[in-house]
């Protein structure tokens, strides 16, 4: 059975623990697509790494797909008629791959995070979830997961921050940590 994994919370780890998820799907042979709705404005590590895994062998498609899609962290948009077309091109990018038998896990990275502020609307990405194929997963991640996504989700995983390096002694986001 395929299932719809919704990874929230306050906490650190979110995309992270997906990504752990995704390395499994390759090791065993799937096909993955990952977009990230938020991230996009730089490179980000996990796209350099995975990068073996995106190119064509012998003919083959590649395995994974990814597609880092955003214009950066926008908590707080400076324009938001831009942010909801970035959002609604990631969605209609990510769309394809959940109704494509042929990918067996798809990774909305952030995709709640659009449906916080109203970039996408829940309705759709639920009804987008309706046609996901009977034995794929689609993981979604970020932060204030609305509750109508809570009730479709299958596995609901809510991280919670207890301590930050950055709360308590100012260190900020470093590479291969928090990016």
């Given at each position: 059975?395929?299932?719809?994994?919704?990874?929230?919370?306050?906490?650190?780890?979110?995309?992270?623990?997906?990504?752990?998820?995704?390395?499994?799907?390759?090791?065993?042979?799937?096909?993955?697509?990952?977009?990230?709705?938020?991230?996009?404005?730089?490179?980000?590590?996990?796209?350099?790494?995975?990068?073996?895994?995106?190119?064509?062998?012998?003919?083959?498609?590649?395995?994974?797909?990814?597609?880092?899609?955003?214009?950066?962290?926008?908590?707080?948009?400076?324009?938001?008629?831009?942010?909801?077309?970035?959002?609604?091109?990631?969605?209609?990018?990510?769309?394809?791959?959940?109704?494509?038998?042929?990918?067996?896990?798809?990774?909305?990275?952030?995709?709640?995070?659009?449906?916080?502020?109203?970039?996408?609307?829940?309705?759709?990405?639920?009804?987008?979830?309706?046609?996901?194929?009977e034995a794929s997963?689609?993981?979604?991640?970020?932060?204030?997961?609305?509750?109508?996504?809570?009730?479709?989700?299958?596995?609901?995983?809510e991280m919670t921050?207890?301590?930050?390096?950055?709360?308590?002694?100012?260190?900020?986001?470093?590479?291969?940590?928090?990016?």
């Amino acid at each position: 059975k395929g299932l719809v994994i919704v990874h929230t919370g306050m906490g650190t780890g979110k995309t992270t623990a997906s990504l752990g998820m995704v390395v499994r799907s390759l090791g065993h042979g799937y096909r993955v697509a990952i977009v990230q709705f938020i991230k996009g404005a730089w490179e980000p590590a996990e796209k350099a790494a995975f990068q073996p895994w995106t190119v064509s062998v012998d003919g083959t498609p590649p395995q994974l797909e990814f597609h880092a899609l955003g214009e950066g962290f926008t908590w707080e948009t400076q324009d938001r008629d831009r942010d909801t077309q970035t959002a609604q091109a990631a969605w209609a990018s990510a769309l394809p791959y959940i109704c494509n038998p042929d990918f067996r896990l798809v990774l909305l990275d952030e995709v709640n995070i659009a449906l916080k502020h109203g970039f996408l609307s829940v309705e759709q990405v639920l009804a987008g979830l309706d046609q996901k194929p009977e034995a794929s997963h689609v993981i979604l991640t970020g932060r204030g997961a609305p509750q109508p996504l809570l009730d479709r989700a299958d596995l609901v995983t809510e991280m919670t921050l207890v301590k930050h390096p950055f709360r308590e002694q100012g260190v900020k986001a470093q590479a291969g940590i928090e990016f």
